[in-house]
């Protein structure tokens, strides 16, 4: 299960990230803004998208409303402490799926998170992708220029594709970093602006 959490709580969203990976649940991505969910919500697939309410910069349903707006159809659940019906209301109406109110027990919301999941799509990719006078194939990690096969490293191909599932975004460092390398790698992350210069060579 692929998770993103959006709280701005600092003890709250590292427990919650504990808590969850002793579940079981192998893939959290944690972020403390309202407009960093949204992008990291675009640019990935995720089966359930955890909104705190109150966030700095993009309130949760702020969030949620763009997201569906944008077209996002993933799961999304909502976290707040506020318990009145019009304030679950006021969630479900902008898009949420599930509503889960502070405080919680752990498994309350791992419950939640696998039914949510059940009910999930997942967008089946094309197997091929063809830009300008490339053609990018998925299964055998391989890029072609007509006849021609160009070399790329596991993640320089797995940075170009990244880019052209999201094309025509602007995907900042930070999303890029945690896409390719996670957020848990040692490498810096200026890494990033050599593999996208080696990348560009490759490609002229």
């Given at each position: 299960?692929?998770?993103?959490?959006?709280?701005?709580?600092?003890?709250?969203?590292?427990?919650?990230?504990?808590?969850?990976?002793?579940?079981?649940?192998?893939?959290i991505?944690?972020?403390?803004?309202?407009?960093?969910?949204?992008?990291?919500?675009?640019?990935?697939?995720?089966?359930?998208?955890?909104?705190?309410?109150?966030?700095?910069?993009?309130?949760?349903?702020?969030?949620?409303?763009?997201?569906?707006?944008?077209?996002?159809?993933?799961?999304?659940?909502?976290?707040?402490?506020?318990?009145?019906?019009?304030?679950?209301?006021?969630?479900?109406?902008?898009?949420?799926?599930?509503?889960?109110?502070?405080?919680?027990e752990?498994?309350?919301?791992?419950?939640r998170?696998?039914?949510l999941?059940?009910?999930?799509?997942?967008?089946?990719?094309e197997?091929?992708?063809h830009?300008?006078?490339?053609?990018?194939?998925?299964?055998?990690?391989?890029?072609?220029?007509?006849?021609?096969?160009i070399?790329?490293?596991?993640?320089?191909?797995?940075?170009?594709?990244?880019?052209?599932?999201?094309?025509g975004?602007?995907?900042?460092?930070?999303i890029?970093?945690d896409?390719?390398?996670?957020?848990?790698?040692?490498?810096s992350?200026?890494?990033?602006?050599?593999?996208?210069?080696?990348?560009?060579?490759?490609?002229c």
């Amino acid at each position: 299960m692929k998770i993103l959490l959006a709280e701005d709580d600092l003890y709250l969203g590292e427990l919650i990230v504990h808590l969850l990976k002793k579940k079981g649940v192998d893939k959290i991505d944690w972020v403390q803004e309202g407009e960093d969910a949204y992008e990291y919500a675009l640019a990935s697939f995720y089966d359930v998208v955890v909104l705190d309410w109150m966030l700095p910069n993009g309130d949760g349903v702020e969030i949620c409303k763009r997201l569906r707006k944008k077209g996002y159809s993933g799961a999304i659940l909502m976290l707040t402490a506020k318990d009145a019906v019009q304030d679950r209301v006021e969630g479900l109406e902008a898009g949420a799926d599930d509503y889960l109110v502070k405080p919680f027990e752990i498994d309350e919301l791992m419950a939640r998170l696998k039914a949510l999941s059940r009910r999930t799509f997942v967008p089946i990719q094309e197997e091929t992708v063809h830009f300008k006078d490339f053609v990018l194939n998925r299964t055998s990690h391989t890029l072609h220029r007509g006849d021609e096969e160009i070399f790329l490293t596991p993640r320089e191909f797995q940075l170009l594709d990244l880019l052209l599932q999201n094309k025509g975004r602007v995907l900042s460092r930070e999303i890029l970093f945690d896409r390719i390398w996670g957020y848990d790698s040692d490498v810096s992350i200026k890494t990033i602006d050599a593999t996208v210069k080696l990348l560009r060579k490759r490609l002229c």
